[in-house]
């Protein structure tokens, strides 16, 4: 079963607008971590941020922010003024602490287009 | 210097045939996976070897034999590819095996099966 959905397969946007990305997941674990990754079109995967589950505390890191819920299991990232740069598909990813040995279970990613 | 390296980025061969990846980081990281992506993006893992002792075997076809000769490389070697293991293949590490620490990633290969 999935673990993690990102409900919105893709999203445009133009320069400068905010984009806001969604991601619930499912976990029985009291100890996780939610991470956000960044595939360009280049195809790398970069790493973005990580949020583990006792901290609620939403921040801010530059242009993106995120906002961690435990109460409805989401996970929504926001890039703030977005730029060309940004575009490229974002994947929300969820490691549980017992028996997943690191494992990352990705959701499905979704496609954020920046036109000028 | 790349921290993940993956080698060939492009690999094209027939139905049959048998292909190995190299993967190799320099981070000093303790753990290694691979993971698979799908025409559709979607990525799920295949394996994860820490400190060259296979830890993660995800219900892959033992078509796929993954080998660590030491903890800063980790092979994946294909026998009689098939159509549908075309894919991009990724290599990443992370310092040891806890669900706490990122995961770092190699540019990919792109394996194309004809």
């Known amino acids: 079963a999935q673990k993690v959905t990102q409900a919105q397969t893709e999203i445009s946007v133009v320069e400068k607008e905010d984009v806001t990305l969604d991601c619930v997941y499912e976990t029985r674990d009291t100890t996780y971590y939610l991470f956000w990754y960044k595939q360009p079109p280049s195809g790398e995967l970069v790493f973005l941020i990580r949020r583990n589950s006792f901290d609620e505390q939403n921040e801010i890191s530059g242009r993106y922010s995120w906002n961690f819920q435990k109460s409805t299991s989401s996970f929504n990232f926001t890039i703030t003024a977005s730029q060309v740069v940004d575009s490229a598909v974002y994947f929300c990813a969820l490691s549980e602490a017992t028996d997943s040995w690191g494992k990352l279970q990705f959701g499905a990613g979704t496609q954020v287009v920046v036109t000028p | 210097d790349t921290a993940v390296s993956q080698t060939p980025k492009y690999l094209v061969t027939q139905m049959g045939n048998d292909k190995s990846i190299k993967c190799e980081q320099n981070?000093?990281?303790?753990?290694m996976y691979w993971y698979k992506q799908d025409s559709k993006k979607f990525l799920k893992i295949m394996f994860s070897?820490?400190?060259?002792?296979?830890?993660i075997n995800e219900t892959v076809p033992n078509r796929f034999s993954p080998k660590s000769p030491d903890k800063a490389h980790l092979n994946l070697h294909i026998n009689s590819l098939e159509l549908g293991d075309s894919a991009v293949y990724f290599c990443?590490?992370?310092?040891?095996?806890?669900?706490?620490?990122?995961?770092?990633f190699g540019p990919g290969t792109r394996l194309t099966v004809t």
């Open positions: 990443a590490s992370s310092q040891d095996m806890t669900a706490y620490y990122e995961q770092y």
């Open positions: 981070l000093g990281h303790d753990t």
């Open positions: 070897y820490n400190n060259k002792e296979l830890i």
